[in-house]
């Protein structure tokens, strides 16, 4: 048997890859977050699959799980919000199955900062504008952030930032960046991107916390910051220059 650690993606049940879909359907089990996992995605799983919900497990809950459908022989489709990528425990949680003998594999899926990028309409790189983007979250009542990813460190870049988990720590995080970017500088916030009940704040980083307040947003957010999400185009891409040599 295998764990399948498949990217859910941002919520929406049609923006999971055919791959996701085909292993939801013939796994057994199905392990997933409820905080964040729609039930529409589940709707993805054959009847009679086992659904275990970790929204109040512990990591040691949880792997006990997948050994134990390992030992009966069962897939498990353990479904990761976003991509398992980022910010998934996907580390924490291969190491114990390599430590019990569980084979594993990884099925990515639509990150969250794409699909506010979409939601949005914005490309988040823009030539002559900003050609990176940083992905960070904000700390609160969580892991510890490395001293060297301080956020005014990825600020002096100037790159855009999309900032995970940080939604309760929107005004400190606006605070922080103007010193870098301006207090006019385009500042967005999604919530629940591509799910039905899905809102967009647009701003700047004068006034984006107060948005954020008055909508009482504290979870399941992305912040975007950065010029890039103006929609201005300076320069247009080399690429796709008439006068480029395509020889």
């Given at each position: 048997m295998t764990v399948h650690f498949i990217g859910a993606g941002p919520g929406a049940a049609d923006l999971l890859t055919l791959r996701a879909v085909e292993f939801l359907r013939s796994s057994p089990v199905c392990v997933y977050a409820g905080t964040y996992i729609d039930h529409a995605i589940l709707e993805h799983c054959s009847a009679g699959t086992r659904l275990v919900d970790t929204a109040k497990l512990d990591l040691d809950a949880i792997t006990a799980q997948l050994v134990s459908a390992?030992?009966?022989?069962?897939?498990?489709?353990?479904?990761?919000?976003?991509?398992?990528?980022?910010?998934s425990a996907l580390a924490e949680q291969s190491a114990r199955l390599d430590a019990a003998g569980v084979p594993w594999d990884v099925t990515p899926g639509v990150p969250a900062y794409a699909a506010a990028a979409?939601?949005?309409?914005?490309?988040?790189?823009?030539?002559?504008?900003?050609?990176?983007?940083?992905?960070t979250r904000a700390q609160a009542r969580s892991t510890a952030m490395p001293d060297t990813e301080a956020l005014k460190n990825?600020?002096?870049?100037?790159?855009?930032?999309?900032?995970?988990l940080a939604i309760t720590r929107a005004r400190i995080i606006a605070d922080e960046?103007?010193?870098?970017y301006g207090s006019e500088c385009p500042a967005t916030v999604v919530f629940h991107a591509s799910k039905p009940d899905e809102l967009i704040l647009?701003?700047?980083?004068?006034?984006?916390?107060?948005?954020?307040?008055?909508?009482?947003?504290?979870?399941?957010?992305?912040?975007?910051?950065?010029?890039?999400?103006?929609?201005?185009v300076v320069t247009e891409s080399h690429l796709y220059d008439a006068c480029r040599d395509r020889s």
């Open positions: 390992h030992q009966r022989g069962e897939d498990v489709a353990r479904l990761c919000s976003g991509d398992p990528s980022l910010y979409a939601a949005l309409g914005v490309e988040l790189t823009v030539p002559e504008v900003t050609q990176s983007v940083v992905l990825f600020a002096a870049t100037r790159a855009t930032l999309a900032l995970h960046l103007t010193e870098f647009r701003g700047t980083l004068a006034d984006i916390a107060d948005q954020v307040e008055a909508a009482d947003l504290r979870q399941a957010a992305v912040i975007l910051v950065g010029p890039a999400l103006a929609r201005r």
